[in-house]
């Protein structure tokens, strides 16, 4: 768009090429609940991977969450992640009394490995470009939540591979959590069509896409 619209480049001369994400090894769900202590229960488990800055969100989902009492009672929270934020956030979970419900699991080495110990993901950024986050959840089949920002719309379609809330708004991802437990199998459908979305990204497409993109300039170089 930038190319577009700010360089002037002819769209017949821009290549998009997406950017590709090594396959993972994710963890068991068993192994990676432990790994976070997660103790069996028939809770559902949800879990947002995010560096502890405002443009994150968390502090939104963490009001979102304290607002909602079928949350409190059905799911725990876990937080994977540090930064500048993090004693905000603490003192944000203890302010609503939520320290048994939301968890903070801290900084977390190979942390898209733990994928599999939750039932579903939340990205709740203010702001964002296309995050690896969200490449990771797709590629472990998690069932995602995510603000419409950035580019993260180019991968979720509501309803169909995810669902998408508005950003900076409490109510609408509270809506969209409470929506996303009271309809698992929905969600589980999501995460499968999501999977094969994410499949374009992966590293081997995007490294075939660049070669292929090299040796057509190199033909049309000799021609």
Do not use: R
Not at 27 to 36: I, V, W
């Amino acid at each position: 768009h930038t190319a577009k619209t700010v360089l002037h480049i002819p769209s017949k001369k821009i290549y998009q090429i997406p950017l590709g994400i090594e396959n993972i090894i994710f963890l068991p769900k068993k192994e990676a609940q432990q790994n976070l202590a997660i103790m069996p229960s028939k809770k559902i488990i949800i879990g947002c991977i995010a560096n502890h800055y405002k443009t994150k969100g968390l502090n939104t989902l963490i009001e979102s969450y304290a607002t909602s009492t079928n949350l409190q009672k059905n799911t725990q929270l876990y937080l994977i992640g540090d930064g500048p934020e993090q004693q905000t956030i603490n003192a944000l979970i203890k302010k609503n009394k939520q320290e048994k419900n939301i968890i903070l699991c801290g900084k977390k080495t190979h942390a898209a490995q733990l994928l599999k110990a939750f039932d579903l993901c939340v990205i709740p950024s203010h702001k964002e470009g296309l995050p690896y986050a969200l490449l990771e959840i797709l590629q472990a089949k998690i069932p995602v939540i995510a603000t419409k920002v950035g580019g993260i719309p180019s991968l979720i379609t509501h309803k169909k591979t995810g669902l998408l809330c508005e950003p900076q708004n409490n109510t609408s991802l509270k809506t969209a959590l409470e929506w996303a437990i009271t309809h698992t199998q929905d969600m589980t459908q999501y995460a499968k069509h999501a999977q094969q979305v994410g499949m374009q990204y992966s590293l081997t497409t995007m490294i075939k896409k660049t070669t292929t993109l090299y040796k057509k300039l190199l033909n049309n170089n000799h021609s």
